[in-house]
Every structure is written in C-alpha cells, then in structure tokens.
C-alpha cells in the first residue's frame, strides 16, 4: 500500500515562529503536493514539485517555502508563522503522466494552530 | 483561472434518502474529473471520469461527467449514516504555472445522514 506519511498530526506553534511541515512518501512518485484546507474554501494549492530541487507555486504560495532535496520527501516551510496560517495542512503524491487523480493519494493531514 | 463550483456546500437528510451532489467546472486543458469522499483524515478517491455520458458505479454510488455542460453529479441511493462526509469534486488540467498537471478543488458538499 501507498504511505504518504506526515510527521505530525497537530501542531501547536506561537506567531514568528518557524515551522517545518514533512512530508514522506514510500512509492517513488515523481509529483507530491502541499494543500491547506479550511472550512468552506475547500483544498487550496499551495505549492507542488515535480521532480527533486524542482517546485512550482500553486494558488496561494505568499508566506510559505518548500523544499524537495530527495525524492520521498517534500517540506513545507512557514517563514514566520502567523495566526491566519491555522489550518489542516493535507500532503499527496502521485506518479508521473495524466490523469494522475486515481492514483493521487493523500497523507492524514497535520493540523496547525498558531497562537 | 481554473474554477470548480460545487453544490450544495451542505446538506443534511434522513437515512434511505437518495441524493444527488453537483459539481461544475471552469478548466483550461481538461484531463478528468474526479470525486473524493473525506471523513475524519485525509480525502479517499472515489471516480474518476473522463468521458461524457458513462456512469461510474460502486455500490450505491453512481457518477456521470457532462463535458458539453461543464458538470458533474454524484448520486448516492439508499443512504446510510456511514455516508456521512465532505464531497469533494477536483478537475485535472495542465496546470497554468508549470509543467505538471494539477488538481484544483472545488469547496465541497458537507453531507449529513441523520438516523
């Protein structure tokens, strides 16, 4: 079975501070996908990367950075945290080619609170 | 911009009833349309569709994708108090950014099936 493994599963962090958010995948995928969902905005691109060192911005990359150095694992950096950052962060890869939805597999989310 | 517009953002009903979600679609470069059912954790897929007129099945599931009028519906029957769940619906295109292709996601159907 496809893991997409997040390293934490809430996370608890004060305004300024800087966060790490992990990512880590066991299949080899080529594409992983940082998204924030939050209540009646539905799943938001932040930012995703198709291949390693290789990113591309996504719908709502201001205040965020990411980082691929290898290819299972794909972080999400928060800067300086701020309070409107709170939400469910959701990680997924998937493989190379088109129609990469069935195959899209999501991590259990991290759910990020900034005091 | 990419758009993906899905009613009703909630809905609650009683077990046995059948409903039916909708999702309609503003994308560039159409590759498919898909449909996840999130409960607690991360979203689990459930169609895909590329194709006008075909309806997937699963079970008391069912899914056709219109691409003439741009939407989709989900249709469950029988419903059950399991069903209970946000609905997403996402649309594959080649993402404007880059080179990959991209999911963009609609809000969701928050669906209750109440006793």
């Known amino acids: 079975d496809v893991k997409v493994t997040q390293s934490s599963r809430y996370l608890v962090k004060r305004t300024g501070e800087k966060v790490f958010l992990e990512c880590v995948q066991d299949m080899d995928h080529e594409n992983m996908f940082w998204y924030r969902q939050d209540p009646g905005l539905g799943l938001r691109l932040i930012y995703f990367s198709y291949d390693v060192k290789m990113k591309e911005k996504g719908d709502i990359p201001e205040g965020y950075s990411v980082s691929r150095e290898k290819k299972e694992r794909f972080s999400l950096i928060l800067e300086s945290a701020s309070t409107n950052q709170t939400s469910m962060y959701l990680c997924?890869?998937?493989?190379?080619?088109?129609?990469?939805?069935?195959?899209?597999?999501f991590g259990s989310g991290t759910q990020l609170s900034v005091l | 911009e990419d758009k993906v517009v899905q009613s009703p953002l909630s809905l609650v009903v009683h077990e046995g009833d059948t409903v039916t979600l909708n999702c309609s679609y503003e994308v560039t470069n159409f590759r498919s349309l898909l449909w996840y059912k999130q409960e607690k954790k991360a979203p689990t897929f459930l169609f895909m569709l590329?194709?006008?007129?075909i309806e997937k099945k699963s079970g008391r599931l069912s899914s056709i994708l219109d691409k003439k009028e741009l939407f989709s519906i989900l249709n469950i029957t029988a419903t059950q108090t399991g069903d209970s769940a946000v609905y997403l619906c996402a649309v594959e295109a080649k993402y404007s950014g880059g080179g990959a292709d991209g999911l963009t996601f609609g809000k969701g159907t928050h669906l209750i099936i109440q006793p």
């Open positions: 590329t194709s006008s007129g």
């Open positions: 997924a890869s998937t493989g190379q080619g088109p129609l990469l939805g069935e195959k899209l597999f």
